[in-house]
């Protein structure tokens, strides 16, 4: 037993562990520490976003909409007009490395952002009616 431990390469069953066992297990856990680093960007970005929504919808609604609404100027060109600037007015109030990576990991944005101004709309409302 003791020729066979003075006979062992010592550096290189290091070497050996170090590549075969450490270097995947290292590797493994610090892709997992940037996945969650990512999504916790990605999770204040989307909030930013919905801020911004927010924002863009009240804004649109205070200085457009609310002489119109009721009135035969309130068409579906109209409406669609307002949430393309609402729409607008929430992109510009981001960073430009915001928007692109928002973009990135939304396949299609423009339905996104739809859907966060839908989101936005139906909760002013019901705040105002609570009010």
Same mark, same amino acid.
């Given at each position: 037993?003791?020729?066979?431990?003075?006979?062992?390469?010592?550096?290189?069953?290091?070497?050996?562990?170090?590549?075969?066992?450490?270097?995947?297990?290292?590797?493994?856990?610090?892709?997992?520490?940037? *996945?969650? $680093? =990512?999504? +916790?960007? #990605?999770?204040?970005? &989307?909030?930013?976003? %919905?801020?911004?929504?927010?924002?863009?919808?009240?804004?649109?609604?205070?200085?457009?909409?609310?002489?119109?609404?009721?009135?035969?100027?309130?068409?579906?060109?109209?409406?669609?007009?307002?949430? *393309?600037? $609402? =729409?607008? +007015?929430? #992109?510009?109030?981001? &960073?430009?490395?915001? %928007?692109?990576?928002?973009?990135?990991?939304?396949?299609?944005?423009?339905?996104?952002?739809?859907?966060?101004?839908?989101?936005?709309?139906?909760?002013?409302?019901?705040?105002?009616?609570?009010?």
């Amino acid at each position: 037993m003791k020729d066979v431990l003075q006979n062992i390469e010592w550096v290189q069953v290091i070497s050996t562990l170090w590549t075969v066992v450490m270097l995947p297990i290292l590797t493994f856990i610090l892709k997992q520490i940037n *996945e969650y $680093a =990512k999504a +916790k960007k #990605i999770d204040k970005y &989307t909030n930013i976003l %919905y801020k911004n929504v927010v924002d863009a919808v009240k804004d649109v609604y205070e200085t457009v909409v609310k002489d119109i609404k009721g009135t035969e100027l309130w068409d579906e060109d109209k409406q669609n007009e307002v949430k *393309e600037l $609402a =729409k607008t +007015k929430a #992109i510009f109030a981001l &960073t430009s490395s915001m %928007y692109q990576i928002l973009k990135s990991v939304n396949s299609d944005f423009d339905n996104y952002l739809d859907s966060l101004i839908g989101t936005a709309l139906y909760d002013l409302k019901h705040i105002n009616n609570k009010e």
